[in-house]
């Protein structure tokens, strides 16, 4: 999809343009338009920004980086943060999930120590408070 636009158009114009271009009877307010990185990277442009110039700014190659109109509802932004695991192996992946099951693994073993220490402490109070009674 593409329209023919000014640097000076919104995003919301931008919208309504490529509504009206491809004759779509939903409200403009359902879509927004999103900068697509080759990474995974989704970022949402604000109403007040401009497509054209952000276009230009992101450089000429739209293999790399692209602008889509998404549902605005169901589409989340991903970060740069995010989308860096989004292009993981399936090796990759397993490491970080053996890393992160062992991690877990060794944090429920220290609460669990934590509380059957706790455990036998308030046995023994209770022992020294029924003696004295």
Sequence with gaps: MSVWVTSLV???EVINLLLEKY???SDSQNFALFIV???GEQRRLKEDEYPLLSRVLLGPHEDVVKLYLMDSHSTPE???EVA?????SLVECRAILGQYYSQEEREVARIKEKYNEM????FHRMKQLT???
Excluded: C, H, Y
């Design 78 to 80: 991903v970060s740069s």
């Design 37 to 39: 990185r080759d990474n």
């Design 84 to 88: 860096q695991f989004l292009n993981l």
């Design 119 to 122: 455990k036998i402490r308030m």
């Design 10 to 12: 919104s995003t919301n």
């Design 23 to 25: 004759k779509v009877e």
């Design 131 to 133: 003696a004295g009674l």
